[in-house]
């Protein structure tokens, strides 16, 4: 995986913030996780995510092809037609999610969020690779950031392309994980005799073997106090007012309260901005409190100033909600199914196991699914269907 351009100098904050990943301390029973697929209890000890580059992602897209960062060639030339046409590239990030990550582009190129399209978000503890399109976006007007005294060096990008279509969330096959466990001991306490390397050799085998529950992962919830999935179950529920008040991290409106996540960091500043907009809220003044904490909101926190400046200009919750891109609201939405899933099949592990039951839905050999009756149950208990 390649980083930033060769001779980009960073700054000493850069080389910090770089070298480590953020704090993502989000615990397995929050994403709706209770049960695992194991042989035996006995596993091993490792450091996860010491470093943002010990979690890596490349993209995969429709036509299977790994999606990686390269050389930089000549850029397209744009359309000479007036229909509509977008600019697709991959982008490189390291330590910020995609939305972070689009937020800064938006700034820099005067682009509303709606203008960015993606297959899939990527998680903030790592370093990714992925495809993104713009609307009508220049293609020298994009390499133009990268010149900007200003510009966040943790994002790269190439191969420019000129498309007459954009990219819709869930085009893409799949997503390749490069994983780095650090600090495995040498031998592991209580197992026997059996080194680490005994047990780390043990349980890849146990996966390609019996294979492993499909989660949607911890991540997948965000990074933050309160979760993705709960604004999301908000939006389905058309509690706007609650949606957005989780949004800007109204967490008194939690039944029960969600308990502190020590390993988060918070913004003050950002915090500071959300508190008072809040604080008026619950007395059923917003419009002028939203005014007067807009200049308080760091910059770079685009959603959060965008929902400011909604409610500033007198804008209800649900007409606030709909300035905000279609994307994001459907990531909230998403990660509301994602919970639900991960919860039934956690569920389901605990009262039945993996034995196929009545009424599941399994992949036959050929590919398709197939709905599990009465004729078709025994031939998936012998490996038949």
Known sequence: MRRHAPGRVLSRKWSIDRSYSPQCGRPF???GITQ?????????????????????VHEI??????????????PPTSPDVCDKWYLHFRLYKEGMDTLEATSRLCRFLGRPPQNFRFAGHKDRCAVTVQQLSC????????LGVLEHQDWDHRLAFSHLEIKQNYLNLGDLSGNRFNVVMRQVPMKEPGAGGTTASDLVERRCESLKARGFLNYFGPQRFGSQLIRSDQIGAALLEHDFSRALRLILGDVQIMAPAPAPLGELLWDQA????????????????VAEAAEKALPLMPKRYNLER??????????????????LPRHLLMLYVKAAQ???????????????????????????????LVHLDEETLPMAMDGKL
């Open 29 to 31: 029973k929050d994403a």
């Open 36 to 56: 695992f697929l194991q042989e035996e209890p006995q596993g091993f000890t490792a450091a996860l995510k010491r470093s943002l580059f010990d979690f890596q």
């Open 61 to 74: 897209d429709l036509q299977g092809e790994e999606i990686h960062l390269g050389a930089m060639g000549p």
């Open 135 to 142: 609307t009508s976006l220049e293609p020298a007007k994009l």
């Open 270 to 285: 950002a915090k500071e901005a959300q508190d008072q907009v809040l604080t008026h809220w619950r007395s059923g003044s």
């Open 306 to 323: 965008g929902v400011l400046k909604s409610l500033a200009q007198g804008l209800n919750a649900e007409e606030t909600l709909q300035k």
């Open 338 to 368: 994602s919970r639900i899933f991960n919860e039934v099949l956690s569920r389901r592990v605990a009262r039945h196991g993996v034995t196929p039951q009545l009424g599941d839905m399994a992949k036959a050999r050929s590919g398709k």
